[in-house]
Every structure is written in C-alpha cells, then in structure tokens.
C-alpha cells in the first residue's frame, strides 16, 4: 500500500493534462476555422472590388474617332482592286459612247445638294489598264493532241492538259517544221511531252482568268502502243476442226 500511494496521488495531475490537451485541440481548430472565415470574407470583397471596378470601367464613354469625310472614305474603297477595276469599266463604257460630254455625283438627291462634275476630258483618268499577270510554267506535262495543225498559219491546237480540252499556241519552231515536213504523224492518242506556259490576266472584276496556252518546247512525241495481234487458240481449232469434218482446209 506503500508503494501504491504515490501512484494514486499522481492520477489528478494526468487527467488536469489530458482535459488542457483537449481543450488546446479544440482552441486550434477554432482559430483555423475564424482564419478560413476571414480569407474567405477577403476573397469575396476582392472579387466584388474587381466586378465593380469593371462596371465602372464599362460605365465610362470611350474616346471615339472623328468620322471619316467622304473622300477618306473613297480612297479606301478605291484601295480595294475590284472596286477599282468596277469604277474602271464604268469610265471605259462612257469613253465608248460619245454622245456622253458629263457625268455628275451628288451626296444626296436633295435639290441643292452639291453636285461633282466629271468631264468627258476627264474620263480617262479613271480608266485602269488591265494588267498582264505573271504566266504559269509547267516543266514536261502530257498534252494528249486532239486536233493538231499540219499546215502554217495562225490556227491553235488542241489537246487534252488536266482532264479538259484546251487550244494552245506551239512555239516551237523546229517542232512544227518537223510536222509541216511530215517527218512526225499523229493519230488516235498521241502525246506530246512537252513545256507549257498558262498565261493570266485580271478580268473585268479584277480576278484572274486565264488568257491562253503556249507550248514552248516540245522533248517527245509518243504514240499510242499498237494493240496485240490476237492469239489464236490450237485447242479450239481442234474442237471446231472435230466438229466439222467434212471440212477442207
């Protein structure tokens, strides 16, 4: 019982230090749920700072640029190639007619309105030449000849390049002394290896056509194959000899 004593006046002493570790335990998850509350409350007052800096931004008027005047505004349709290039013909067709002395443009048809005069001087100012684009090469393509020109003269051929059928100029002349001379005969399917040159222009929208084929150079002519002779079959001359056999041969 001596001993025991001791140990016993020892047991209040542990149960005070095992409540003030419990009551620590709940004091720190308190202050980190006050903690999580407050960042919480400073998130949202940041983001409704934010919403309504942006509604103010929204709010305010933007600085706007002055209106462009009329001519600012022609120079940058006229930039355009295919407005240009409309204008253009409009001019041409008033050139052609030669009764026209004036065109005029007003704003508005207001009477009063202020009304720009454009002579008939004047009118080929605004004519833009159509301008030659740069050609298309292509290096050794097949043209299988359709309808070739075997006599001189100012006649286009023709033949088949890229699943259709053009009309082509030829150049070259060594060539075409050569088919004038006879010394190169075509028929059915014959094809020419050859240099041909796509040549392109602007139309009258201002898009690109083509305006023609060159062929400039021509490395080889080939012909059709000549089709098999058909081989005739020993076995069905025998059955056909059995059935006739009164037959002379």
């Not at 048809?109 to 001087?121: K, P, V």
Request: aromatic share 6%; charged share 30%.
């Amino acid at each position: 019982m001596a001993l025991l004593t001791p140990l016993l006046g020892t047991a209040p002493f542990y149960r005070d230090k095992l409540r003030q570790s419990k009551q620590q335990t709940q004091i720190n998850e308190l202050t980190i749920q006050k903690l999580k509350l407050e960042l919480a409350e400073k998130e949202d007052a940041a983001i409704e700072r934010a919403e309504k800096k942006q509604k103010e931004m929204r709010a305010q008027a933007l600085p706007l640029e002055p209106p462009l005047g009329p001519e600012e505004i022609a120079t940058a349709l006229l930039s355009r190639k295919k407005i240009a290039r409309r204008r253009s013909n409009y001019y041409e067709q008033l050139v052609e007619d030669s009764q026209i002395e004036a065109v005029g443009f007003a704003p508005s048809h207001a009477r009063g309105a202020n009304e720009l005069t454009i002579q008939r001087r004047q009118f080929q100012n605004f004519v833009v030449a159509r301008t030659d684009l740069e050609p298309l090469t292509y290096k050794n393509i097949v043209i299988e000849v359709v309808s070739p020109v075997l006599r001189s003269g100012g006649l286009k051929w023709r033949g088949i390049f890229d699943k259709k059928i053009i009309g082509f100029d030829l150049e070259d002349q060594a060539f075409r002394d050569s088919v004038t001379s006879k010394r190169v005969q075509f028929q059915n399917g014959t094809m020419l290896i050859c240099d041909l040159e796509v040549l392109q222009r602007e139309d009258e929208t201002g898009d690109t056509e083509i305006a023609g084929y060159v062929v400039s150079a021509v490395h080889e002519v080939r012909s059709p194959s000549t089709p098999p002779e058909p081989v005739e079959n020993p076995q069905l001359s025998l059955h056909l000899d059995s059935e006739n056999p009164g037959k002379e041969h």
